[in-house]
């Protein structure tokens, strides 16, 4: 095989379907795009998850004046001090205990207070009406079951909260993006394997009579083949070079400048550039593979000579 020739092949293909290759390689871009978007949105999800699962912790809180009527364990008033020192012993007892942190009644006020300063409800409350509890960080945080069994029905014990209740409606919602992006990438790949087989049709049809005597003077199918196959590659491997550039771009831009994403919100630790360089090479390889075999799928059904 001629190299030469090859080449020379794929730039007339290239010249005489210039519109449909602009097309071809815009579509693999937003394409590519999306899905490298899509994997550091899983990474971010899982990364996040890892984070703050480890910082989520488990409350006790303990009656006070104000559940006596309202719930069974607190029908004998508030907490009492033996009561207190029962569940923190019982507590420190099981294994799955790392830390254990006691906030008094005016302690959650006052973090009340700060948290839900703006909010017309925070002069509405009073310190009396705040409860003491215990914070409990556990070794391993999926072992909520554990604690939540324990002290449910423990004298004095008003209500065992989970933070993780929280969160997993959080990251619930950011599963359901992803989820949606996943969705959406499925279907731009799907129009852009339809857009690359049109335009290799089209160009295998407008170059039918050379290939006609190429197959005549005894070329092989690969040979024949091999120009448009590199066209498709070459169209997707550009396609894949504006795809990093915009996850790069999207990560400079909306992370360290312009939005400044990571300073309007410190509580999440964004990916990294290393998570960002990390997917471009998958990126490229797709860009260039995608292509090239679903040209060499249309050559084999439409190029008949």
């Known amino acids: 095989m001629r190299v030469q020739f090859v080449m020379s092949e794929i730039g007339v293909g290239l010249r005489r379907n210039l519109t449909m290759t602009f097309a071809v390689i815009i579509s693999v871009a937003l394409s590519l795009a999306l899905a490298g978007g899509a994997l550091l949105a899983n990474k971010q999800v899982d990364s996040m998850k890892g984070y703050w699962y480890d910082k989520v912790q488990v409350t006790i809180y303990m009656c006070n004046k104000s559940d006596s009527a309202s719930t ?109 992006a996943y969705v959406v990438l499925a279907f731009m ?28 003077v005894g070329a092989s199918s690969f040979y024949i083949q091999m120009p448009f196959i590199m066209e498709a590659a070459f169209a997707g491997v550009v396609g894949a070079g504006l795809a990093c550039l915009m996850l790069l771009g999207g990560r400079y831009f909306m992370v360290d400048h312009g939005l400044k994403l990571q300073e309007k919100i410190p509580l999440v630790s964004f990916l990294g550039w290393d998570a960002v360089v990390g997917v471009l090479p998958l990126v490229l390889v797709i860009g260039m593979v995608m292509p090239a075999v679903a040209a060499f799928i249309a050559l084999r059904r439409y190029l008949r000579v």
């Open 189 to 216: 790949l799907t129009v852009a394997m339809l857009l690359i087989v049109n335009t290799v049709r089209v160009s295998a049809f407008s170059r039918r009579r050379e290939t006609g005597i190429m197959r005549l």
């Open 72 to 180: 069974p364990n607190c029908a004998k008033g508030a907490v009492t001090d033996d009561q207190k020192a029962s569940i923190l012993a019982d507590v420190k007892k099981l294994p799955i205990v790392e830390k254990v942190y006691y906030e008094s009644a005016e302690q959650a006020y006052k973090r009340y207070q700060e948290q839900f300063k703006s909010s017309p409800l925070a002069t509405s409350v009073t310190p009396d009406q705040m409860q003491e509890n215990y914070r409990i960080k556990l070794k391993d945080p999926t072992k909520f079951a554990v604690i939540a069994s324990e002290f449910t029905n423990h004298p004095g014990v008003q209500s065992v909260e989970d933070q993780r209740q929280v969160l997993e409606n959080l990251f619930g919602l950011l599963n359901g993006m992803t989820l949606a």
